[in-house]
Nanobody, 117 residues
Framework: QVQLVESGGGLVQAGGSLRLSCTAS????????MAWFRQAPGKEREFVAR???????YYVDSVKGRFTISRDNAKNTVYLQMNSLKPEDTAIYYC???????????WGQGTQVTVSS
């Protein structure tokens, strides 16, 4: 059974930084496509970033240059470093993992990120 546990959310002022962590159990993160999604109040869940098995990275345009996804295989953890945060980044952030990009089979419980102006 695969479990994903996020941590690192919180309240930060605009322009600040946060680092989210997603620790997996039951499967290695290097064997999965790992991604971060977010859902703001009243909006649909949106893709933020993903890291492929071979390490290729992808980002939604709105976070390019500000967010960085990375992976620590020894800790079986995926990170999302978020810099230059904006109020519009406020959302619940979810970690997800899957065997391919078509469907993510595993989801974390979510962590709240709030950016004040």
């Amino acid at each position: 059974q695969v479990q994903l546990v996020e941590s690192g959310g919180g309240l930060v002022q605009a322009g600040g930084s946060l680092r989210l962590s997603c620790t997996a159990s039951g499967r290695t993160v290097s064997s999965l496509v790992m991604a971060w999604f977010r859902q703001a109040p009243g909006k649909e869940r949106e893709f933020v970033a993903r890291i492929m098995w071979e390490g290729l990275l992808y980002y939604v345009d709105s976070v390019k240059g500000r967010f960085t996804i990375s992976r620590d295989n020894a800790k079986n953890t995926v990170y999302l470093q978020m810099n230059s945060l904006k109020p519009e980044d406020t959302a619940i952030y979810y970690c997800a993992g899957g065997l391919n990009t078509a469907a993510y089979d595993y989801w974390g419980q979510g962590t709240q990120v709030t950016v004040s102006s």
